[in-house]
Every structure is written in C-alpha cells, then in structure tokens.
C-alpha cells in the first residue's frame, strides 16, 4: 500500500512598503508608496513550493533568507500572473535555490514578457525604483497540465482572466484548502484598479466568484496588509471594494471626487496612493 502524502502547510511572507518615485502625489501626501507584497510558501515534510517572488534586489534577498531558513529543498517557484512586482526577484530565488524551477502558464509568460522589454522597465519600474529593480530577470516556463506536484499532492494553477491586470491566475491546493490568490484579492490594501476599465471590473468580480467557488479556507492577496489573517471574507471585501469604485466613478467628475468619496468609505486600508493612481487613470 503507497503511503499516504504527509499534509501540507503554508507560511506568508509579507514585504512592507516601500517608496516610489512619482510626482503624482494624492491630496495632502508628500510620497508615494509601494503596497506591501507577499510571497507564500507551501511546504512538505521535505520539499516546498514557493508562490511569487517579488520585486526588488533587496526583497528578493529577504525573501531567500525567509526561505532557506524554512530548512525545505525549494523546487518550484510558481509566478501567479505578470506583473513586476510579484517575479522581478526570481533570478536572485533559482540562484539561491538551484533545485527550483519556476513555472507559469503561457499566458502569464507572455504578460511577464511584454512587462519586461527594456523600454518598459525604463519608463514604469526603473523610473519609480531607480538601483532597485535587479539587472538579472528570469522568465517562468510553461506550465505542462496546470498542475505542480509536491509530495503526491497537487497544486493545481486556476485561470482567473483579468483581474488587476490580464491574465491572471491563483494556485488552488485542494488538500489544506488554500488558495494563494496573487492580485485577484487584496487584503486590507487599497486595490490597483488603474488597469481595469468597467469590462474589466465586472472580469474581476467574476473571477472572485471563481474563487469563493473553490471553497478555500484560507485566501493569501498579492497585497496584504503584514498582521492581518488570511480569511476567505477578504473575497467579499474585495468584490464590495470594486463594487464601491463602479458606483462612485458613475456619480463623480473628477479624480479628486472619487478618491475623496472611496477613501470615505474605505478610510483605514494601506496605500491610499493606490487609489490616487485609480482614480487619476479613470478621471481628470
Ligand atoms: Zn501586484
């Protein structure tokens, strides 16, 4: 008789704030911020896959340290969807951890590849996070068959459309009923909604509903706020967040209007420059 798969377990690592570089500040502040980031680890007895790998030199660095002293064999990184700030630091994780591959659907290989030619990097993230952004980046390769094994368990990668971008994707582990979800939800941060227009709001309430559909019991963000528990609730709080933002930018002229209205019904999440960046996309 085979042995039975010994359980998984998870852990989050959480990287704070950091500041960019904008002069488009929101009314009353005098810097911009980076939300923080998280990193998700999902262990064996042995072995552990690692679900994102931040953005900055320095990050990076933290998060292998994070790793290692964790004492698994790292043997895949899964990247959940092409933004920078979630996959910038690979090249510095399979450097630390040579056993590791990283992996990604196609679709998100070709998100992190648009998201990475050199005059993209200048103008977005070299300009926001000048000597930050490692010279070094690795892409991700195919996912075969949307499945990661890790100790006779699956991870299975779960297509999710656009959520805070295109071609998004969260990690469903079935056996501890975890699903790392990248940036499809936020938890207690302000949401990036400057990429998705109306189509793409009501894409990403549906992809929520993907979610909840998988009856996780535990939910990571992409963004989350450090102390807080990882609650299958940030689903609805999330959807109830891009609900409020579709309303309000019905009924509103102005950025300001909106930014003024939003952050009166959500006043305590991280980041209110996240908002800022939203409502500037959005309205004059
Ligand atoms: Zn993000």
């Keep these: 008789m085979a042995a039975r798969p010994a359980p998984l377990t998870f852990d989050v690592y959480v990287a704070p ?11 009353g502040a005098e810097q911009r911020w980076w939300s923080p980031i998280s990193a998700t680890l999902i262990a064996g007895q042995r072995d552990a ?27 895949a990184v899964y990247i959940t969807h092409g933004h920078g700030d979630h996959w910038f630091g690979l090249a510095t994780i399979l450097d630390r951890f ?18 990475s030619t050199p005059e993209f990097l200048a ?19 195919p996912l075969p068959s949307n499945t990661i094994g890790l100790e006779g368990h699956d991870l299975v990668a779960v ?19 975890l699903v790392v979800a990248g940036d499809a939800a936020y938890n207690d941060v302000h949401l990036y909604l400057a990429e998705s227009s109306p189509q793409g709001r009501r894409d990403w309430i549906a992809a929520l509903d993907t979610i909840e559909s998988l009856d996780p019991r535990a939910v990571i963000a992409g963004h989350k706020r450090a102390d807080r528990d990882d609650d299958p609730r940030i689903i609805e709080e999330t959807r109830r967040y891009i609900r409020d933002f579709d309303r309000i930018a019905e009924t509103t002229n102005t950025a300001r209007e909106l930014y ?25």
């Design 17 to 27: 704030s950091v500041p960019t570089v904008s002069d488009d500040l929101p009314p």
């Design 49 to 75: 896959v690692l679900v994102d790998a931040l953005m900055t030199v320095g990050q990076a660095r933290d998060l292998a340290d994070w790793v290692a002293a964790h004492g698994k064999r790292l043997t």
């Design 98 to 115: 040579p056993d590791a591959r990283a992996f990604a659907v196609p679709a998100v290989i070709e998100q992190m590849r648009r998201g």
């Design 123 to 141: 103008s977005f993230w070299k300009s926001r996070f000048p000597g930050q952004i490692p010279d070094d980046l690795a892409l991700a390769d």
């Design 159 to 177: 297509g999710l459309g656009h959520t805070d971008t295109d071609e998004t994707t969260c990690l469903h582990v079935p056996a501890i009923g």
């Design 260 to 284: 003024d209205q939003m952050l009166a019904l959500h006043p305590d999440r991280v980041n209110p420059g996240a908002l800022w960046g939203a409502a500037r996309a959005w309205k004059r």
